[in-house]
């Protein structure tokens, strides 16, 4: 057993790690491929309930959970259904209330409410919530097990006293300023950082300083961005590694709005000349 969990626990897997809403991941299939080139005997289970690759609770939602066989060794792990606000997702539709602010005469003001809906989920959402669930739980072999370290800590309470107490560092755009300082004189940056900033616990202050919200992209409206911008790529013979590089993503679907249409102009001019 130990000789398992030093051996996996010793692979490099800072080369296969994307990020996503500020959290990381593994890709599934490399993780088990690692496994298998070392451990070929190994095996996985997807659990079951009445023939169901899932657990479902009408109030909590959705859970999966794996089962991992490595030698003598087993381990299990579970994961919740999330969507990527990290809001459970249920058998329908449902929606949640967020204030709505505004700056008015250097005053932050509530000028109401804004709805927010969770889509219910689908054997896709169920589907790579299964596969995450085998990633984690080979983690527990040892296998990219720091991706996961402080996950269980218990965070510390933010209040609205030391969110407006946080200061930007000397490497930022804007050192040693407060949200609200920025806020006044560069809420894009603010937008920017709710949509493509990797530090949670910023995004947290933001929204609770200024109501801020991330950018919500309806599917439909980002297929259409994407396919443009994948057309124009081709089209100008762009190397979209570099593109996607230039942006800080590892995957086109990372991109926010803000920088799908920078890049589409920018492509549409290099067309015009």
Same mark, same amino acid.
């Given at each position: 057993?130990?000789?398992?969990?030093?051996?996996?626990?010793?692979?490099? &897997?800072?080369?296969?790690? =994307?990020?996503?809403?500020? !959290?990381?991941?593994?890709?599934?299939?490399?993780?088990? #491929?690692?496994?298998?080139? /070392?451990?070929?005997?190994? $095996?996985?289970?997807?659990?079951?309930? #009445?023939?169901?690759?899932?657990?479902? #609770?009408?109030?909590?939602?959705?859970?999966?959970?794996?089962?991992?066989?490595?030698?003598?060794?087993?381990? =299990?792990?579970? !994961?919740?259904?999330?969507?990527? @606000? @990290? @809001?459970?997702?249920?058998?329908?539709?449902? $929606?949640? /209330? &967020?204030?709505?602010?505004?700056?008015?005469?250097?005053?932050? $003001?509530?000028?109401?409410?804004?709805?927010? /809906? &969770?889509?219910?989920?689908?054997?896709? #959402?169920?589907?790579? /919530?299964?596969?995450?669930?085998?990633?984690? @739980?080979?983690?527990?072999?040892?296998?990219?097990?720091a991706l996961y370290s402080g996950e269980d800590l218990p965070e510390e309470e933010l209040t609205e006293d030391k969110a407006k107490a946080f200061k930007f560092g000397e490497k930022s755009k804007y050192p040693n300023k407060t949200i609200l300082e920025v806020a006044k004189e560069d809420s894009k940056y603010l937008q920017w950082w709710l949509d493509s900033g990797k530090d949670d616990k910023l995004k947290q202050m933001i929204m609770m300083l200024t109501g801020m919200q991330p950018t919500q992209l309806k599917p439909e409206e980002e297929l259409m961005l994407l396919a443009k911008l994948q057309k124009l790529v081709a089209q100008t013979k762009t190397d979209y590694d570099n593109l996607k590089k230039h942006y800080g993503v590892k995957n086109d679907v990372d991109l926010t709005k803000e920088q799908l249409t920078e890049a589409i102009s920018v492509l549409e001019q290099k067309v015009k000349k």
């Open positions: 057993m130990k000789e398992i969990y030093e051996k996996l626990r010793a692979l490099n &897997v800072s080369g296969h790690v =994307e990020q996503k809403n500020g !959290l990381n991941y593994l890709s599934w299939a490399w993780a088990w #491929d690692e496994v298998m080139k /070392t451990y070929p005997e190994a $095996t996985y289970e997807i659990e079951r309930f #009445d023939n169901k690759p899932y657990l479902y #609770d009408a109030i909590t939602g959705y859970m999966v959970f794996t089962k991992v066989k490595i030698g003598e060794m087993e381990r =299990e792990m579970w !994961l919740p259904v999330m969507d990527n @606000n @990290n @809001n459970a997702m249920l058998d329908h539709k449902y $929606t949640y /209330t &967020v204030n709505k602010y505004e700056w008015k005469n250097k005053v932050r $003001t509530k000028v109401g409410e804004e709805i927010k /809906t &969770v889509e219910p989920a689908t054997m896709f #959402d169920i589907n790579k /919530t299964i596969m995450r669930c085998l990633v984690k @739980n080979l983690a527990m072999f040892g296998l990219g097990l």
